[in-house]
């Protein structure tokens, strides 16, 4: 069977358009905090999906590492859980006192899209992350 020129084509253009797909997805996604050890993946209620890390990085490394690496990607430091307007996750997930960052798409000017929520949790010997991707609000 041969193909003909214009099915060559198309073929061409189909498998550049899924490429060029891939790619842009690949860029907006959460960077994988380096040495991390994934410990769940789940999605909660549709809402939002929760991705458990263990890392032997420190707090400020954790917060360093994805302050410095998620704008590059399409996501800006909106804040806290306790700024007015940030959050797309339920804010007694954590407790007032804690602190989780909180990023939103650069291009988010009615604060209702997509978040990345970085929850950063201190322990003895290794430093446990929850990575919160939520949906976007109605």
Do not use: K
Request: aromatic share 8%; hydrophobic share 40%.
């Amino acid at each position: 069977m041969r193909l003909q020129v214009r099915e060559v084509v198309g073929l061409a253009l189909l498998l550049a358009a899924m490429g060029g797909f891939w790619l842009w997805q690949q860029q907006q996604a959460v960077p994988q905090l380096p040495g991390a050890t994934v410990v769940e993946d789940a999605i909660n209620g549709g809402m939002a999906r929760a991705i458990t890390l263990q890392s032997s990085m420190s707090e400020e490394e954790v917060r360093a590492f994805y302050r410095s690496n998620l704008p590059g990607r399409g996501w800006v430091y909106c804040g806290t859980q306790a700024t007015p307007g940030c959050t797309n996750v339920f804010m007694a997930l954590a407790g007032e006192d804690v602190e989780i960052d909180v990023y939103r798409r650069a291009d988010d000017t009615t604060r209702t899209g997509r978040t990345v929520e970085v929850w950063v949790q201190p322990q003895e010997s290794r430093t446990r992350v929850v990575i919160y991707e939520s949906s976007e609000q109605p």
